[in-house]
């Protein structure tokens, strides 16, 4: 159960990185060639020039679907990106907020979402990875130690002399002292 919570975060997550991707992929491409229409009139930016901020947000956005892409794929270390691009996504976003607040806002509202989808699951499905591989590690040990025993009661069959009774090999059992030893 932990598993598949823990996949539906990760997918959650990855859809809300694919976004967060496009979007700033989009805003960056509005800022180098369509500048009328990201900013309203009077709006300001955090640079006077939108054409360094549009090459930034083009490239930032690359990089989150690249994270996303990564975090589909199950790449362990894609969780830990994808957190630090969603976190620094935030402050960037911060730099619009003056020419469109609502705009900003649920870019941001998306971002720590996505940061919430990456994180829930988190711990969940370390444990639930360490439980997989004690349970393995156990099972292994009961099989080596079947087998063993196995392999012990056919060397016992095989040294004991065969009387010629019908229930088969004598099996010599210790006697009361010895399986204190």
């Known amino acids: 159960m932990n598993r598949t919570r823990s996949r539906g975060w990760m997918l959650f997550a990855a859809t809300l990185l694919f976004l967060t ?3 700033n992929l989009i805003q960056g491409i509005f800022a180098l060639f369509l500048r009328d229409y990201l900013f309203i009139t009077g709006g300001e930016a955090f640079f006077f020039t939108l054409t360094p901020w549009g090459l930034l ?3 930032w956005g ?6 996303g892409f990564a975090l ?6 894609a969780r830990t990106l994808g957190v630090v691009l969603l976190a ?20 941001i509202a998306v971002d720590l979402l996505a ?8 711990s969940s499905a370390h444990a639930a990875e360490e439980e997989r591989e004690s349970g393995r590690e156990a099972e292994d040990s009961y099989r080596s130690g079947y087998e063993a025993g196995m392999r012990e009661a056919r060397e016992t069959r095989e040294e004991a002399p065969s009387s ?6 004598h099996i010599p059992q210790p006697s009361r002292g010895e399986h204190a030893r």
């Open 21 to 23: 991707g496009a979007v």
């Open 57 to 59: 947000l083009g490239l």
């Open 62 to 67: 690359l990089l989150l679907l690249g994270a």
């Open 72 to 77: 589909t794929s199950g790449r362990s270390w």
């Open 88 to 107: 620094i996504n935030v402050v960037a976003q911060l730099a619009f907020f003056a020419a469109n607040p609502l705009w900003s806002l649920v870019v």
């Open 115 to 122: 940061i919430y989808g990456l994180t829930a699951g988190w």
């Open 164 to 169: 010629g009774a019908s229930s088969g090999a």
